[in-house]
Structures are given as structure tokens and as C-alpha cells.
């Protein structure tokens, strides 16, 4: 039974988040759509467990030492360099603030190199049942 609710929580929490897979094919149609903007960087960040209780007294759970004690989902945090100019890099972000998928942003930065040139450098996070995340 608390595996039953373990595994339903984790559906609802995944259900709605980027995969892996996802993400690498919205980078590529959000580069296909918008020539003028570039990606520079891309570097995922360590991978951090997160450790779901099956009740708000898990007493039981803190008794035995089972799979359940293994982290069921996975932060993903990845950073992205983006370069183009004003207008390119504002298509940029109102195309994933419209994205069905949950996608956290952590840290926005936008600097102007040379004008018109500028960078954007995002921090985004999701959620996955797997520790392994994207790979480029």
C-alpha cells in the first residue's frame, strides 16, 4: 500500500515535467524558429535525490531499511547560454513561459555584450524518475 501511494505521488508529480527527451527536442524547434539566437552553453548541474515520505508520520519508513528509502525522483538543473539580440532573446523566453511542461526558472541574467548583441543566461529546473537527465 505505501508503495501504491509512493508510485500515484510520483505520477503526479512527473506527469507534467519535461522529459529529457522533450527538452533536448524544444532546444532544437525553439533554434529552428529563431535564427537570430544561438545556444553557447549548456552544462547540467549535479543531480539532486529527493526523498518522498508515503505519510506525514513515517515512522515505519524510518524503522526499515528498504528500496523505499531510495531517492524516487530525481532535480534536474540545467544551465543554458543564449546570444542574440534584444528582440530574439525576449521571442525566446515568452516561447517557454508558454510550454505545457513544468520548468522552473531559477536565475535569469541578461547583459548586453555589444549592442545589439546580448546574452541571456538561464537556470532551469524539473523533476524525473531518473538520475540521468539530458545529455548533449
Given at each position: ?11 503526479q ?9 522533450q ?7 525553439l533554434l ?11 552544462e547540467n548541474?549535479?543531480?539532486?535525490p529527493?526523498h518522498?515520505?508515503?505519510?506525514p508520520n513515517?515512522?515505519?519508513m ?11 525522483l ?17 521571442q525566446?523566453?515568452?516561447?517557454l513561459?508558454?510550454l505545457?511542461w ?25 523533476v ?9
Open positions: 500500500q505505501v508503495q501504491a501511494e509512493l508510485t500515484k505521488r510520483i505520477q508529480l512527473t506527469g507534467s515535467y519535461i522529459s529529457a527527451q527538452m533536448l527536442d524544444l532546444l532544437q524547434d529552428v524558429k529563431m535564427p537570430k539566437v544561438q545556444l553557447v552553453a549548456f548541474l549535479p543531480v539532486q529527493i518522498l515520505q508515503a505519510t513515517a515512522e515505519t524510518e524503522k526499515t531499511a528498504s528500496p523505499m528509502n531510495q531517492p524516487l530525481f532535480k534536474h538543473t540545467t544551465q543554458l547560454v543564449f546570444r542574440g539580440d534584444y528582440n530574439g532573446l525576449q525566446l523566453l515568452g516561447q513561459q508558454q505545457s513544468q520548468l522552473h526558472w531559477v536565475q535569469l541574467n541578461y547583459k548586453v555584450l555589444e549592442y545589439p548583441q546580448a546574452e541571456l543566461q538561464l537556470e532551469l529546473e524539473t524525473s524518475e531518473s538520475a540521468n537527465y539530458v545529455q548533449i
